[in-house]
DNA sequence: CCGGTGACGCGCG
DNA sequence: GCGCGCGCCACCG
């Protein structure tokens, strides 16, 4: 690793509450490393076995609000499986709606 | 050093 | 709404 980036972007999925989604744009803005979203997928994917369990991977989709796709097919069910579980709708297109399930993450000095 | 590769995002047509 | 191209950037031969 260069830096802490992964612990960053770690500690800021941890915030996402149960029940809501954020998108990998999303996470990076929050992390303070705007226009990096492929490095919280990177992120995610270099997660460890140990600390998987305290970190809720699972409510980060990207900004269509679907599921990506990765090398090891199967674990998107998996991911959609926990999302449904807690909450997070899909349509009948596999999307999720960001209006209704978006994270709002409460700032003050967040513009617009 | 170089080039290929992504759990991505956005602007365009 | 959809596909495509390009920008971004850490990693890994």
Known sequence: MGDGSYQRIWSVVRRIPR??????????????????ARMVGYA???LPEQVAGSVPWQRVINAQGRISARAFPGSEAVQRRLLEREGVAFDRRDRVDLDRFGWRVRTRSRRA
Do not use: S
């Open 19 to 36: 029940g809501r989604v954020a998108t990998y744009g999303q996470v990076a803005r929050v992390a303070g490393l705007p226009r990096q």
């Open 44 to 46: 995610l994917h270099a």
